[in-house]
Protein backbone atom coordinates (compact mmCIF):
# COMPACT_ATOMS: atom_id res chain seq x y z
CA UNK A 1 0.00 0.00 0.00
CA UNK A 2 1.17 3.44 -0.69
CA UNK A 3 1.93 5.42 2.15
CA UNK A 4 -0.02 8.40 3.02
CA UNK A 5 0.82 12.23 4.17
CA UNK A 6 -1.17 11.81 7.33
CA UNK A 7 0.52 8.52 8.95
CA UNK A 8 3.47 10.63 10.68
CA UNK A 9 1.38 13.65 12.46
CA UNK A 10 -1.07 10.35 13.71
CA UNK A 11 1.57 8.93 15.08
CA UNK A 12 3.38 12.42 16.52
CA UNK A 13 0.53 14.34 17.26
CA UNK A 14 -2.34 11.95 18.04
CA UNK A 15 -0.80 8.17 19.55
CA UNK A 16 2.31 9.91 21.16
CA UNK A 17 -0.12 12.38 23.17
CA UNK A 18 -2.58 9.56 23.82
CA UNK A 19 -5.51 10.62 21.91
CA UNK A 20 -7.85 8.97 19.95
CA UNK A 21 -7.58 9.57 15.81
CA UNK A 22 -10.56 10.82 14.34
CA UNK A 23 -10.05 10.73 10.73
CA UNK A 24 -12.71 11.44 8.28
CA UNK A 25 -12.67 12.13 4.68
CA UNK A 26 -14.13 11.34 1.49
CA UNK A 27 -15.76 7.81 0.20
CA UNK A 28 -12.60 5.86 -1.18
CA UNK A 29 -10.22 8.58 -0.05
CA UNK A 30 -8.43 5.65 1.50
CA UNK A 31 -8.85 6.01 5.21
CA UNK A 32 -9.13 2.07 5.87
CA UNK A 33 -6.38 1.47 3.54
CA UNK A 34 -4.44 4.15 6.39
CA UNK A 35 -5.65 2.45 9.27
CA UNK A 36 -4.29 -0.84 7.76
CA UNK A 37 -0.76 0.90 7.06
CA UNK A 38 -0.52 1.58 10.52
CA UNK A 39 -1.00 -1.39 11.85
CA UNK A 40 1.96 -2.42 9.57
CA UNK A 41 5.00 -3.73 12.43
CA UNK A 42 2.32 -3.68 15.19
CA UNK A 43 3.00 -6.80 17.26
CA UNK A 44 -0.25 -6.25 18.56
CA UNK A 45 -3.59 -4.61 16.58
CA UNK A 46 -7.18 -5.59 15.19
CA UNK A 47 -9.49 -4.45 13.06
CA UNK A 48 -13.28 -4.04 13.19
CA UNK A 49 -15.71 -2.60 10.94
CA UNK A 50 -19.10 -1.54 11.74
CA UNK A 51 -21.03 -3.87 8.66
CA UNK A 52 -19.89 -7.00 10.29
CA UNK A 53 -22.31 -7.87 12.87
CA UNK A 54 -20.62 -10.20 15.49
CA UNK A 55 -18.64 -6.55 16.10
CA UNK A 56 -21.57 -5.00 16.37
CA UNK A 57 -23.04 -7.02 18.92
CA UNK A 58 -19.61 -6.86 21.08
CA UNK A 59 -19.90 -3.27 20.49
CA UNK A 60 -23.73 -3.13 21.86
CA UNK A 61 -22.80 -5.78 24.78
CA UNK A 62 -19.22 -5.56 25.67
CA UNK A 63 -17.53 -2.82 23.81
CA UNK A 64 -14.20 -3.13 26.22
CA UNK A 65 -13.65 -6.54 24.42
CA UNK A 66 -12.36 -4.58 21.04
CA UNK A 67 -9.25 -3.03 23.00
CA UNK A 68 -6.99 -5.98 23.70
CA UNK A 69 -4.67 -6.03 26.76
CA UNK A 70 -0.66 -5.72 26.04
CA UNK A 71 2.69 -5.08 27.07
CA UNK A 72 3.39 -3.65 23.52
CA UNK A 73 0.72 -0.61 23.22
CA UNK A 74 -1.79 -2.33 21.12
CA UNK A 75 -3.75 -0.70 18.18
CA UNK A 76 -7.43 -1.08 17.34
CA UNK A 77 -8.77 0.11 13.95
CA UNK A 78 -12.47 1.36 14.27
CA UNK A 79 -13.89 1.59 11.01
CA UNK A 80 -17.66 3.60 10.57
CA UNK A 81 -18.56 3.37 13.90
CA UNK A 82 -20.41 7.15 13.72
CA UNK A 83 -23.22 4.73 12.00
CA UNK A 84 -23.92 3.78 15.72
CA UNK A 85 -26.24 6.08 17.42
CA UNK A 86 -24.24 6.62 20.73
CA UNK A 87 -20.79 6.04 19.11
CA UNK A 88 -19.27 8.80 21.02
CA UNK A 89 -21.07 7.75 24.36
CA UNK A 90 -18.91 4.34 23.88
CA UNK A 91 -15.78 5.41 22.63
CA UNK A 92 -15.68 7.93 25.69
CA UNK A 93 -16.27 4.77 28.22
CA UNK A 94 -14.01 2.77 27.00
CA UNK A 95 -11.13 5.16 26.44
CA UNK A 96 -11.65 6.64 30.38
CA UNK A 97 -11.88 3.02 31.40
CA UNK A 98 -8.60 1.81 29.79
CA UNK A 99 -6.76 5.05 30.97
CA UNK A 100 -7.99 4.89 34.33
CA UNK A 101 -7.08 1.18 34.46
CA UNK A 102 -3.31 2.45 33.21
CA UNK A 103 -3.50 -0.07 30.12
CA UNK A 104 -3.60 2.27 27.32
CA UNK A 105 -4.74 1.78 23.72
CA UNK A 106 -3.98 3.60 20.10
CA UNK A 107 -7.76 4.01 18.78
CA UNK A 108 -7.98 5.10 15.19
CA UNK A 109 -11.50 5.42 13.99
CA UNK A 110 -12.73 6.20 10.58
CA UNK A 111 -15.61 7.69 8.81
CA UNK A 112 -16.84 8.99 5.93
CA UNK A 113 -19.00 12.15 7.32
CA UNK A 114 -17.51 14.69 9.21
CA UNK A 115 -16.86 13.13 12.31
CA UNK A 116 -15.79 15.96 14.28
CA UNK A 117 -20.09 17.83 14.01
CA UNK A 118 -21.45 14.45 13.24
CA UNK A 119 -24.67 14.91 15.58
CA UNK A 120 -25.02 11.27 16.39
CA UNK A 121 -24.36 10.43 20.50
CA UNK A 122 -25.19 13.22 23.09
CA UNK A 123 -21.71 12.87 25.13
CA UNK A 124 -18.71 15.17 24.26
CA UNK A 125 -15.04 13.79 23.75
CA UNK A 126 -13.62 17.03 24.53
CA UNK A 127 -9.98 16.36 25.07
CA UNK A 128 -9.66 13.04 24.40
CA UNK A 129 -9.07 13.19 20.12
CA UNK A 130 -7.52 14.64 17.66
CA UNK A 131 -9.53 14.94 14.09
CA UNK A 132 -7.63 14.76 10.85
CA UNK A 133 -9.64 15.50 7.46
CA UNK A 134 -7.83 12.68 4.87
CA UNK A 135 -8.23 13.83 1.06
CA UNK A 136 -7.39 11.89 -1.58
CA UNK A 137 -4.14 11.76 -3.59
CA UNK A 138 -2.84 15.19 -4.67
CA UNK A 139 0.22 16.11 -6.66
CA UNK A 140 2.88 15.81 -4.47
CA UNK A 141 1.85 12.74 -2.41
CA UNK A 142 1.78 10.57 -5.87
CA UNK A 143 5.61 11.86 -5.54
CA UNK A 144 6.37 11.78 -1.94
CA UNK A 145 3.98 11.19 1.19
CA UNK A 146 6.27 14.41 3.53
CA UNK A 147 4.06 17.15 3.24
CA UNK A 148 5.47 21.07 3.89
CA UNK A 149 4.51 23.13 6.11
CA UNK A 150 2.90 26.66 4.93
CA UNK A 151 6.28 28.59 5.49
CA UNK A 152 8.46 25.75 3.41
CA UNK A 153 5.54 25.55 0.95
CA UNK A 154 5.71 29.32 0.01
CA UNK A 155 9.54 29.57 0.36
CA UNK A 156 9.94 26.76 -2.38
CA UNK A 157 7.33 28.06 -4.72
CA UNK A 158 8.50 31.54 -4.79
CA UNK A 159 12.37 30.03 -5.62
CA UNK A 160 12.25 28.07 -8.79
CA UNK A 161 13.89 24.77 -8.05
CA UNK A 162 14.95 23.51 -11.97
CA UNK A 163 14.86 20.01 -10.78
CA UNK A 164 11.20 19.82 -10.62
CA UNK A 165 10.80 21.84 -14.54
CA UNK A 166 8.57 20.02 -16.24
CA UNK A 167 9.09 16.79 -14.17
CA UNK A 168 5.29 15.73 -13.32
CA UNK A 169 3.24 16.73 -16.05
CA UNK A 170 2.97 12.62 -16.46
CA UNK A 171 1.24 12.87 -13.21
CA UNK A 172 -1.27 16.39 -13.10
CA UNK A 173 -2.17 15.02 -16.58
CA UNK A 174 -3.66 11.51 -15.03
CA UNK A 175 -5.27 13.62 -12.03
CA UNK A 176 -6.99 15.86 -14.63
CA UNK A 177 -8.73 13.26 -16.63
CA UNK A 178 -8.75 10.67 -13.88
CA UNK A 179 -9.59 12.36 -10.44
CA UNK A 180 -7.61 12.17 -7.07
CA UNK A 181 -9.45 8.66 -5.91
CA UNK A 182 -6.94 6.13 -5.47
CA UNK A 183 -9.18 3.31 -7.41
CA UNK A 184 -9.14 4.87 -10.93
CA UNK A 185 -6.04 6.77 -10.68
CA UNK A 186 -4.13 4.12 -10.42
CA UNK A 187 -5.95 2.08 -12.67
CA UNK A 188 -6.06 4.65 -15.33
CA UNK A 189 -8.74 2.81 -17.29
CA UNK A 190 -11.50 4.98 -18.66
CA UNK A 191 -14.27 1.71 -18.27
CA UNK A 192 -13.09 1.04 -14.69
CA UNK A 193 -13.37 4.94 -14.18
CA UNK A 194 -17.50 4.32 -15.49
CA UNK A 195 -17.84 1.54 -13.04
CA UNK A 196 -16.60 3.57 -10.08
CA UNK A 197 -17.69 6.91 -10.45
CA UNK A 198 -21.72 4.82 -10.66
CA UNK A 199 -20.96 2.89 -7.88
CA UNK A 200 -19.40 6.02 -5.75
CA UNK A 201 -22.83 8.03 -6.00
CA UNK A 202 -24.82 4.92 -5.24
CA UNK A 203 -22.78 4.87 -2.17
CA UNK A 204 -23.31 8.30 -1.34
CA UNK A 205 -26.72 8.57 -2.29
CA UNK A 206 -28.26 5.84 -1.23
CA UNK A 207 -26.13 4.35 1.94
CA UNK A 208 -24.90 7.73 3.68
CA UNK A 209 -27.80 9.70 2.43
CA UNK A 210 -30.07 7.13 4.20
CA UNK A 211 -28.03 6.92 7.68
CA UNK A 212 -28.21 10.86 7.92
CA UNK A 213 -32.29 10.41 7.53
CA UNK A 214 -32.73 11.40 4.17
CA UNK A 215 -34.51 7.99 3.04
CA UNK A 216 -37.83 9.85 1.69
CA UNK A 217 -35.86 12.21 -0.37
CA UNK A 218 -33.58 10.10 -1.92
CA UNK A 219 -34.48 10.35 -5.45
CA UNK A 220 -34.54 14.18 -5.49
CA UNK A 221 -30.95 14.39 -3.71
CA UNK A 222 -29.54 11.82 -6.42
CA UNK A 223 -30.78 14.39 -9.65
CA UNK A 224 -29.31 17.61 -7.25
CA UNK A 225 -25.99 15.61 -7.29
CA UNK A 226 -26.42 14.84 -10.86
CA UNK A 227 -26.91 18.59 -11.64
CA UNK A 228 -24.10 19.94 -9.46
CA UNK A 229 -21.13 18.91 -11.90
CA UNK A 230 -22.33 21.36 -14.59
CA UNK A 231 -22.21 24.15 -11.96
CA UNK A 232 -18.97 23.23 -10.53
CA UNK A 233 -16.21 26.02 -10.35
CA UNK A 234 -18.90 28.68 -10.28
CA UNK A 235 -20.79 30.67 -8.01
CA UNK A 236 -24.19 28.44 -6.90
CA UNK A 237 -27.45 29.92 -7.27
CA UNK A 238 -29.88 27.85 -4.96
CA UNK A 239 -32.35 29.51 -6.40
CA UNK A 240 -32.29 27.93 -9.76
CA UNK A 241 -31.60 24.56 -8.38
CA UNK A 242 -34.60 24.89 -6.18
CA UNK A 243 -36.80 25.93 -9.14
CA UNK A 244 -35.34 22.87 -11.21
CA UNK A 245 -36.02 20.39 -8.86
CA UNK A 246 -39.07 21.68 -7.42
CA UNK A 247 -38.50 21.72 -4.11
CA UNK A 248 -38.05 24.85 -1.72
CA UNK A 249 -34.75 26.93 -0.98
CA UNK A 250 -34.31 25.73 2.33
CA UNK A 251 -34.62 22.48 1.49
CA UNK A 252 -31.91 22.45 -1.19
CA UNK A 253 -29.76 24.25 1.23
CA UNK A 254 -30.44 21.18 3.61
CA UNK A 255 -29.73 18.77 0.97
CA UNK A 256 -26.41 20.59 0.02
CA UNK A 257 -25.28 20.35 3.38
CA UNK A 258 -26.05 16.58 3.71
CA UNK A 259 -23.79 16.49 0.78
CA UNK A 260 -20.93 18.48 2.19
CA UNK A 261 -20.91 16.86 4.95
CA UNK A 262 -21.05 13.45 3.28
CA UNK A 263 -17.78 15.21 0.97
CA UNK A 264 -19.14 15.08 -1.89
CA UNK A 265 -18.67 18.66 -2.40
CA UNK A 266 -17.72 21.99 -0.95
CA UNK A 267 -18.28 25.60 -0.73
CA UNK A 268 -15.58 28.54 -0.79
CA UNK A 269 -17.25 31.46 0.61
CA UNK A 270 -16.71 34.76 -0.28
CA UNK A 271 -13.56 37.05 1.58
CA UNK A 272 -15.60 40.33 2.56
CA UNK A 273 -12.90 41.96 4.36
CA UNK A 274 -11.87 45.63 3.69
CA UNK A 275 -12.52 44.58 0.15
CA UNK A 276 -14.66 47.20 -1.52
CA UNK A 277 -18.40 46.21 -3.21
CA UNK A 278 -17.44 42.78 -2.34
CA UNK A 279 -20.43 40.54 -2.84
CA UNK A 280 -21.61 39.09 0.77
CA UNK A 281 -23.26 35.37 0.16
CA UNK A 282 -22.70 33.56 -2.90
CA UNK A 283 -20.18 30.90 -2.85
CA UNK A 284 -18.66 28.68 -5.16
CA UNK A 285 -19.41 25.19 -5.68
CA UNK A 286 -16.24 22.24 -6.05
CA UNK A 287 -16.76 18.54 -6.51
CA UNK A 288 -14.12 16.55 -4.57
CA UNK A 289 -14.26 14.27 -7.36
CA UNK A 290 -13.27 16.68 -10.06
CA UNK A 291 -13.11 13.76 -13.26
CA UNK A 292 -16.79 14.22 -13.43
CA UNK A 293 -16.62 18.20 -15.00
CA UNK A 294 -16.84 17.62 -19.09
CA UNK A 295 -15.15 21.70 -19.02
CA UNK A 296 -11.81 21.73 -18.93
CA UNK A 297 -11.42 25.25 -17.19
CA UNK A 298 -14.03 24.24 -14.58
CA UNK A 299 -12.16 20.92 -14.03
CA UNK A 300 -8.32 22.39 -14.07
CA UNK A 301 -9.82 25.31 -11.24
CA UNK A 302 -11.87 22.68 -9.28
CA UNK A 303 -8.24 20.81 -9.34
CA UNK A 304 -6.95 23.51 -8.10
CA UNK A 305 -9.60 24.13 -5.18
CA UNK A 306 -9.05 20.49 -4.07
CA UNK A 307 -5.39 21.04 -3.80
CA UNK A 308 -5.57 24.09 -2.23
CA UNK A 309 -8.38 22.82 0.44
CA UNK A 310 -6.10 19.47 1.39
CA UNK A 311 -2.99 22.32 1.83
CA UNK A 312 -5.58 24.21 4.41
CA UNK A 313 -7.48 21.20 5.95
CA UNK A 314 -3.71 19.45 6.87
CA UNK A 315 -2.03 22.51 8.00
CA UNK A 316 -5.02 23.22 10.17
CA UNK A 317 -5.24 19.36 11.57
CA UNK A 318 -1.29 19.76 12.02
CA UNK A 319 -1.67 22.94 14.39
CA UNK A 320 0.30 25.20 12.17
CA UNK A 321 -2.91 27.86 12.62
CA UNK A 322 -6.63 27.85 11.00
CA UNK A 323 -6.27 27.91 7.36
CA UNK A 324 -9.29 28.87 5.60
CA UNK A 325 -10.27 28.58 1.62
CA UNK A 326 -12.15 31.91 0.27
CA UNK A 327 -12.43 33.64 -2.85
CA UNK A 328 -12.55 37.04 -3.94
CA UNK A 329 -15.15 39.06 -5.91
CA UNK A 330 -16.82 42.35 -6.18
CA UNK A 331 -19.89 43.95 -7.70
CA UNK A 332 -18.06 44.75 -10.51
CA UNK A 333 -17.48 41.21 -11.46
CA UNK A 334 -13.91 41.37 -11.24
CA UNK A 335 -12.43 37.83 -8.82
CA UNK A 336 -9.76 36.16 -8.10
CA UNK A 337 -10.29 32.81 -7.93
CA UNK A 338 -8.92 31.78 -4.52
CA UNK A 339 -7.47 33.30 -0.83
CA UNK A 340 -5.99 31.24 1.52
CA UNK A 341 -6.85 32.67 4.99
CA UNK A 342 -4.14 32.14 7.92
CA UNK A 343 -5.80 32.97 11.32
CA UNK A 344 -8.04 35.47 10.18
CA UNK A 345 -5.92 37.33 8.17
CA UNK A 346 -5.16 37.43 4.31
CA UNK A 347 -2.36 35.10 3.50
CA UNK A 348 -1.39 33.97 -0.43
CA UNK A 349 -4.39 34.72 -3.12
CA UNK A 350 -4.61 32.14 -6.10
CA UNK A 351 -5.76 33.05 -9.31
CA UNK A 352 -6.42 30.38 -11.90
CA UNK A 353 -6.10 30.80 -15.65
CA UNK A 354 -5.87 28.12 -18.03
CA UNK A 355 -3.78 29.28 -20.72
CA UNK A 356 -3.16 32.89 -19.66
CA UNK A 357 0.85 33.19 -18.80
CA UNK A 358 0.26 36.89 -18.05
CA UNK A 359 -0.90 38.77 -14.98
CA UNK A 360 -4.47 38.83 -14.35
CA UNK A 361 -6.21 42.48 -15.17
CA UNK A 362 -7.99 41.64 -11.25
CA UNK A 363 -4.85 42.10 -9.44
CA UNK A 364 -4.93 45.53 -9.85
CA UNK A 365 -8.19 45.49 -8.27
CA UNK A 366 -7.58 43.73 -5.23
CA UNK A 367 -3.76 43.55 -4.40
CA UNK A 368 -3.73 47.10 -2.83
CA UNK A 369 -6.48 45.77 -0.01
CA UNK A 370 -5.49 42.62 0.58
CA UNK A 371 -1.80 43.36 2.33
CA UNK A 372 -0.14 40.43 1.27
CA UNK A 373 3.86 40.15 0.58
CA UNK A 374 3.15 37.13 -2.06
CA UNK A 375 0.25 36.47 -4.81
CA UNK A 376 0.07 33.72 -7.38
CA UNK A 377 -1.35 32.59 -10.66
CA UNK A 378 -1.53 29.11 -11.44
CA UNK A 379 -1.61 28.02 -15.16
CA UNK A 380 -1.84 24.47 -16.95
CA UNK A 381 0.74 25.81 -19.16
CA UNK A 382 4.34 25.23 -17.83
CA UNK A 383 5.13 28.87 -17.31
CA UNK A 384 7.58 30.26 -14.25
CA UNK A 385 7.79 34.23 -14.26
CA UNK A 386 8.28 36.49 -11.08
CA UNK A 387 6.54 39.89 -11.35
CA UNK A 388 5.90 42.75 -8.38
CA UNK A 389 2.94 44.84 -8.67
CA UNK A 390 1.58 47.02 -5.92
CA UNK A 391 4.91 46.10 -3.87
CA UNK A 392 3.95 42.01 -4.15
CA UNK A 393 5.83 39.19 -5.30
CA UNK A 394 3.43 37.90 -8.11
CA UNK A 395 4.50 34.42 -9.72
CA UNK A 396 2.60 33.24 -12.17
CA UNK A 397 3.86 29.69 -12.68
CA UNK A 398 2.70 26.17 -13.97
CA UNK A 399 0.66 23.72 -11.92
CA UNK A 400 2.93 21.29 -11.92
CA UNK A 401 5.65 23.49 -10.70
CA UNK A 402 3.69 24.77 -8.04
CA UNK A 403 1.06 21.97 -6.62
CA UNK A 404 4.69 19.59 -6.55
CA UNK A 405 5.50 21.64 -3.11
CA UNK A 406 1.72 21.82 -1.51
CA UNK A 407 0.56 18.62 0.57
Same mark, same amino acid.
Given at each position: ? *? ?61 ? &? ?135 ? &? ?56 ? !? &? ?38 ? &? !? ?6 ? *? ?18 ? !? ?30 ? !? ?17 ? *? ?26
Amino acid at each position: M *KPRYLQDEIHKLAFASNKICLVSGPRQSGKTSLGKILMEGRPVCRYFNWDDLEFRRIWAKTPL &ETLPVSPDRPLVVLDEIHKDRTWKRTLKGIYDVRNFEDSPCDIFVTGSARLNVYRRGSDSMLGRYYHFRLAPFSLRELVTASPMSPEEALKAIFQRDSVHQGKYTAELSALLEFGPFPEPLFAQDKRKWNLWHRQRH &EMIVREDLRDLGASSDLGKIETLAALLPERASSPLSVNSLSTFIEVGHQTVKRWLGWL !N &ELYFCFEVKPWQNKIKRSIKKEGKLYLWDYSELQEPGSRF &E !NMIAVHLL *KACNYWTDAGYGVFELYYLR !NRDGREIDFLIVQDGKPWLPVEVKKGDTTPSD !NWKTFLPNLQCQKALQITE *KPNWKLYHQNGVDLLVAGADEVLIHLV
